[in-house]
């Protein structure tokens, strides 16, 4: 019910802004072309774990040949081409059948299912919505004061900049990829951890997808607090005659900071980054996996970190504080499942304190970090590490302790 709240709330203020809101977008794509169909395809993916084999077999064959069908009903009429409707349509199939045709335990088995491939996809809508929000409500930006705190890292992002440059179309392609695919990597690393949900009958205590949401739901509230739109746009030509000058990534800015105004379409998604803090997140899950599955968090939080930085989406105070964020709300949500204790609240106040400390310097501090790059910069960055050492310092007192095998003792031989 909090959920649909949400969702309800945001629609109408959507329909405020003359815009379609989370909900509607979501019905359109019942019939109309998806967004992202692979984000749909995920999303089922994910309802599936609930499925035994021979289910999820037909599952993937119903929602293939509705997409075959949508295909050639689009490419006949000549509208837009993209696939996904059929993941969805067998994801509402499912809530039907769990209401009609199954009972008790089974059935709230697999309504999670469908209710965790719906959340994914409604959170990519929300997200959507809340852009449209910041970007209305907030009409100006504080980039200028984030830019310049970033002089004490180096400016990482003016450098990534010209590094992606370099790199020519193939780095262009591939990180692009793995900035717009984040969901669909995320969807991967959960379906390991939820493998075994079809054979015990019953969800892990907590999982990616938690997290996921979570960041989701809790970062677009501090883009109302801290409204930046980032240096392609605030420095670069992708902000037109609003940005202060085209300087990046060649020249980084210059001068005392101040509130600067913005146009109404671009969103104030930057602080903190929350591509970062995702991909921090499906590292951080993919730890426990097989080695595989370790290689290919690692890749995507080095190639995320590289498209936002390289892309001009980001500053480098946006990536400490995307990190922070990330591991703050994991040490909440595993105290909350293992119950709280003297050591979970104080990471989690720790992480939240330096979060916030980090918020405040950038904005007032910036001028001073600027001017002393080499204190402010190794403390920011000490900031970030203690957060990380206190998490994992933490967490591994939390984990179950082996017990040593009990070895036989001696027996008196016969002589």
């Known amino acids: 019910m ?3 709240g949400f969702l309800v709330a945001l629609e109408i203020a959507a329909r405020h802004y003359g815009m379609r809101g989370p909900i509607t977008n979501q ?5 109309f072309a998806p967004k992202s169909g692979p984000l749909l395809y995920a999303s089922m993916a994910l309802m599936m774990v609930v499925l035994t084999w021979r289910e999820r077999m037909i599952a993937a064959g119903v929602a293939v040949g509705i997409d075959v069908v949508f295909f050639l009903v689009r490419w006949a009429f000549d509208a837009k081409m993209m696939f996904g409707n059929g993941a969805l349509w067998v994801v509402l199939g499912y809530a039907v059948i769990a209401v009609t045709r199954r009972t008790g ?5 697999l309504l999670k299912g469908v209710g965790l491939g719906l959340l994914l996809v409604a959170g990519r809508k929300t997200g959507d919505t809340w852009l449209l929000v910041t970007s209305k409500t907030r009409p100006t930006v504080l980039d200028q004061y984030v830019a310049t705190a970033d002089h004490a890292l180096g400016d990482p992002s003016w450098l990534a900049g010209r590094i992606v440059r370099a790199t020519g179309p193939i780095g262009d392609h591939i990180l692009d990829y793995v900035y717009i695919q984040l969901a669909v990597a995320a969807v991967v690393v959960a379906l390991y951890q939820l493998r075994n949900v079809a054979a015990e009958r019953r969800f892990p205590s907590h999982h990616l997808v938690r997290t996921f949401l979570v960041i989701g739901l809790l970062g677009p509230g501090i883009y109302m607090i801290f409204p930046v739109v980032g240096p392609i746009f605030a420095y670069g030509a992708d902000g037109g005659h609003w940005a202060v000058a085209d300087l990046w990534p060649n020249t980084p800015p210059t001068g005392v900071p101040h509130h600067m105004p913005f146009n109404e379409i671009t969103p104030r998604n930057c602080m903190p980054s929350l591509h970062t803090a995702w991909a921090t997140a499906i590292f951080i899950h993919s730890r426990r996996g097989p080695r595989i599955l370790r290689f290919f968090g690692v890749f995507w939080l080095i190639a995320t970190l590289g498209a936002t930085l390289g892309f001009g989406y980001h500053y480098g105070t946006d990536i400490v504080a995307g990190v922070v964020f990330t591991l703050t709300i994991e040490a909440a949500l595993r105290s909350l499942e293992r119950g709280w204790d003297r050591s979970g609240i104080q990471l989690v106040a720790y992480g939240a304190a330096v979060f ?4 405040l310097s950038y904005r007032y501090l910036s001028v001073e970090m600027a001017e002393q790059p080499w204190v402010f910069g190794p ?4 900031s970030m590490i203690s957060v990380i050492y206190g998490y994992i310092r933490t967490t591994k007192l939390w984990e179950p302790k082996a017990t040593p095998a009990r070895q ?3 027996q008196p031989e016969l002589v």
């Open 408 to 410: 036989p003792e001696p």
């Open 2 to 4: 909090v959920a649909l």
């Open 105 to 109: 335990r089974e059935r709230a088995l």
């Open 27 to 31: 019905a359109r794509e019942v019939i």
């Open 379 to 382: 403390l920011i960055m000490l």
């Open 356 to 359: 916030t400390a980090l918020l």
